[in-house]
């Protein structure tokens, strides 16, 4: 499902609307919220949302689990860190236990650490078809998604339900969620927003399929895909012309 919006600030408090659902949803069914966030700029503005009245006070944050998507492998003081963008723009101000949120930081090396990670979620989500509640991601100007970039052999991963790996072109390690995993979730929604963003858009949802040129093409889940996307990001898909 694609939704377009006028600009950002209407797409960022959709991505809002979506979160509360989300969470309200899950509570109610099974008495916990699982969540990935992204990084990046794209979801600044809806954690603005969430942080503040009166989107603070419908979200069930006692019950709510904060896990990532994809992280640099940077300590969460380093203004690289998904999780330090997170804690200051969203979660330091609403009243979620911190023993519920699990940055993808460690002092082990970032393999090890990735391996751990997993086990945590296998805690949380179950040994079997495990499912994020909501899955929040972002789309390079590459057609990346998370840390799965073009070309990198996490591309082919089917077991591994997180990853470690040098990402040679940016000279850091990532650690990431795999194509697997992701795809279970409950629903997966993309922000994509700005003109930079659409020949990628274009490609991943309507060229051939090459993910390992356009990685977000692997992400084709079983429940619910939505994309948030701006006018400009989306002119050039056919329902745009």
Do not use: C
Request: aromatic letters at 10%; glycine letters at 4%.
């Amino acid at each position: 499902m694609i939704q377009i919006f006028k600009d950002t600030q209407q797409l960022s408090q959709a991505a809002a609307d979506l979160f509360v659902q989300a969470a309200n949803e899950a509570v109610q069914e099974k008495g916990r919220f699982t969540v990935a966030l992204t990084g990046g700029s794209s979801p600044i503005q809806m954690h603005q949302f969430l942080a503040q009245s009166p989107y603070r006070e419908q979200v069930p944050w006692e019950q709510t689990y904060i896990f990532w998507g994809d992280e640099r492998w940077v300590p969460l003081t380093d203004e690289q860190s998904n999780a330090k963008m997170a804690l200051e723009t969203l979660l330091n101000h609403v009243p979620i236990p911190k023993n519920q949120i699990f940055p993808m930081w460690g002092k082990q090396e970032p393999e090890i650490f990735a391996q751990q990670y997993e086990e945590t979620l296998r805690q949380h989500l179950g040994q079997t078809e495990p499912s994020f509640d909501l899955i929040l991601l972002g789309m390079g100007d590459d057609g990346h998604t998370a840390s799965l970039f073009p070309g990198t052999a996490v591309l082919q991963e089917k077991e591994k339900w997180v990853v470690a790996y040098y990402l040679e072109p940016k000279q850091i390690y990532r650690i990431t969620l795999t194509a697997p995993l992701i795809n279970q979730a409950k629903k997966v929604v993309f922000i994509t927003y700005g003109e930079k963003k659409a020949d990628a858009l274009y490609e991943v949802l309507e060229g051939r399929r090459n993910p390992e040129q356009y990685p977000s093409q692997l992400i084709q889940p079983q429940n619910e895909a939505i994309w948030l996307v701006d006018e400009a990001a989306y002119r050039r898909l056919s329902q745009a012309k």
